[in-house]
Every structure is written in structure tokens, then in C-alpha cells.
């Protein structure tokens, strides 16, 4: 008579499946690594009991070195940048998702030389078991940090000139076609664009797309008048605007903050909106609503993009493969257009 087949040792992916949790949560669990909830512990240790699984050694020393935090890295010069409403939106959603995956979430602002060293530490010293990266600028040397780092990181929107191997973003070129298309579409022929820094994908491509959208109606794009995608900028780039080309009768503002501050230079110069120019933004935050008059914009999913970043670190701090991702924009239409 055969003998019978050994039997198949259960799985992590098994216990963590049982247990209702991500396998990360499951190792780290079986570990007693930190961050891990009462409940799912025992979960976890349930799940354990009932399929008889026994860890693996090797497994168990490479997920003690897990950290149970996550990195969002800014590369900007002002700590009140996570105050702009942008970034608050984004660190809603980072902060949901990374909590489904039981990772905690840290904020590093990588500014000054000295801010850099600490976030390249981050990604040599395995400080966190991976990192989400923003707000990178041509030839940012967190880039190429970024590159060699032992971590897995995810870039929120793509870095000029470079297509990284994980990353979440947002149309920025088509939501910045169809805010230019609309203004064209109200009979406005000579439509300008605040644009964000030229330094930036995003500023880029969102005057690239404020440009085909000129040349397919067979208009003339101006060139950019450039900003910083804070509302002080927005005002003057408006101002400079005027002062160049007084007969402009529709405006693309890069972002709500530039929309808001060429609504108040524009009320300032005794123009009405929209019946003399009409102003179009990007984002739609809470204070294009609540601006006078209400600015129509192009609306990006901010949370989602936070949300978004997070999954895709936390399946990749899980031993997955994601792919990158594009999020979707819609136009608002409001009273200055």
C-alpha cells in the first residue's frame, strides 16, 4: 500500500487570508513587530492555530526588518507646504489607505542640503519600509536618491524627464485641454495661461495642454506667464498679464490658488468676471468654491492620488508588482466662465 503524500504546509498568504488582514499585517504580527492592532494580533494568531502554520526562519528574520511606518516626502522650501490645501487633501488619503495596511505615516520636508541628507538616510537605512515622493523639480537630486534606494518608492506625478518605475498621477495635460477647449467654446479668442512652475511635470504639461488646445482651434497661445502655484503668484502673473496684453478675454490658471489671485487682480482693475475675462482653474479645492465669483476649474482627485500612492507602496512593501496609474480629471463649470 502507497504511503500517503506529506501534507502541504500552510502558507502566510493563508494565514493572513483567514485572518482577514494583508500578509504584511500577518507577518509583522507573527513577529511582534509594533503597529499592529490588538484585534488583528489575534486574528492573526488565531488563523495560525487553526491551519497549523509554522513560519519559516528565513521569512521570519526578513520581516522583522520591517519598520510599520510610511514616508511622504515633499521636496519644497516650507514646512506650511502640508498646510496648503493640496497636500492636506493628500495626506487624507495617504493616511486612510496606510492605515488599512496597518503602516504609520511619516512627513518629511526634504528643502535645505541638510533636509536632503535626512531623507537619503530615509532611503539607505531602511528608516521606513518604503517612501512616496512629491513635488520633484527638473534635475531634483532626490531623483536620482530616489533611484539607488533600498526602499520601494512611489512618485506622486512623474518627475521632469523621467518615467519612474512606480507612480501615481493625474491627466494634467488633458484636464488643462479641456479647460482652454471650454473657454473657446464661449467665443473667447485670446486665452493666456497663469501656468505653475515651468520646473515641474505638472506645470508643463498643464500649459502643453493648455497650448494644443489654442493651436486645434486655430488660435495663438500665449506664452507662459509663470507662477509658483501660490495665490500671491496667481495676482501677479495676472497683473503682468494685463499689463502686456489689456485686450485678454479668458485665463487657465494652473492651479485654484493662481485662479483665486487673478480673480482679485482682475477685481481690482475694475475687469468683470466673467463678462470681460472668463477664469478657469485647477484642482477643485474648497476655496474655489468659496471665491467671488465662484471659479469654474478642472477637478483632480486629490485624495485619490493620496490614496492611490499609498495601496500602490503598501502592495509593493507586500511583495507585489502594481503598475502605474493615471487619474482621471472633469471640468466644473462655476460663474467665472
Not at 526634504?110 to 515622493?133: C, H, N, P, Q, T
Not at 520633484?136 to 518615467?163: N, T
Not at 506645470?203 to 506664452?223: E, I, N, Q, S, V
Not at 478642472?298 to 502605474?324: D, F, K, Y
Request: glycine share 8%.
Amino acid at each position: 500500500m502507497a504511503e500517503d503524500a506529506p501534507r502541504r504546509q500552510p502558507t502566510l498568504d493563508e494565514v493572513a487570508g483567514l485572518a482577514g488582514v494583508s500578509r504584511s499585517v500577518a507577518s509583522r504580527a507573527l513577529n511582534n513587530a509594533p503597529h499592529v492592532s490588538r484585534a488583528k494580533r489575534e486574528a492573526v494568531e488565531r488563523a495560525v492555530r487553526q491551519l497549523g502554520y509554522v513560519p519559516n526562519p528565513t521569512a521570519r528574520a526578513l520581516a522583522t526588518r520591517q519598520t510599520g511606518a510610511a514616508a511622504l516626502v515633499v521636496s519644497g522650501e516650507d514646512p506650511s507646504i502640508f498646510a496648503d490645501p493640496f497636500y492636506a487633501q493628500v495626506i487624507v488619503g495617504a493616511s486612510a489607505a496606510l492605515e488599512e495596511a496597518d503602516l504609520h505615516l511619516m512627513l518629511c520636508l526634504a528643502a535645505s542640503d541638510r533636509g536632503r541628507k535626512r531623507v537619503e538616510e530615509l532611503f539607505r537605512s531602511k528608516v521606513a519600509d518604503g517612501v512616496m515622493l512629491m513635488a520633484l523639480r527638473e534635475d531634483d537630486p532626490l531623483a536620482r536618491m530616489a533611484e539607488e534606494a533600498a526602499v520601494p518608492v512611489v512618485f506622486g506625478g512623474r518627475p521632469v524627464g523621467a518615467m519612474p518605475r512606480w507612480y501615481v498621477d493625474v491627466d494634467n495635460a488633458g484636464g488643462a485641454r479641456e479647460a482652454a477647449e471650454y473657454l473657446v467654446s464661449l467665443g473667447r479668442t485670446r486665452v493666456a495661461a497663469l501656468c505653475g512652475r515651468m520646473d515641474t511635470e505638472a506645470g508643463r504639461a498643464r500649459y502643453r495642454g493648455y497650448r494644443d488646445a489654442m493651436l486645434a482651434a486655430g488660435l495663438d497661445p500665449f506664452p507662459p506667464q509663470e507662477g509658483d502655484f501660490t495665490e500671491s503668484s496667481g495676482a501677479a502673473a495676472m497683473a503682468a498679464l494685463l499689463a502686456e496684453h489689456p485686450g485678454v478675454d479668458g485665463v487657465f490658471a494652473a492651479n485654484d490658488n493662481m485662479g483665486v489671485g487673478a480673480l482679485r487682480t482682475l477685481r481690482g482693475a475694475g475687469r468683470r468676471v466673467p463678462d470681460d475675462v472668463a477664469v478657469v482653474g485647477f484642482d477643485d479645492l474648497a476655496l474655489a468654491r468659496a471665491s467671488d465669483p465662484p471659479l469654474t476649474t478642472v477637478h483632480q482627485p486629490i485624495q485619490a492620488l493620496g490614496r492611490e500612492m499609498a495601496r500602490m507602496l503598501a502592495a509593493l512593501v507586500n511583495g507585489q508588482a502594481p503598475t502605474p496609474l493615471i487619474l482621471p480629471t472633469r471640468l466644473v463649470v462655476r460663474a467665472s466662465a
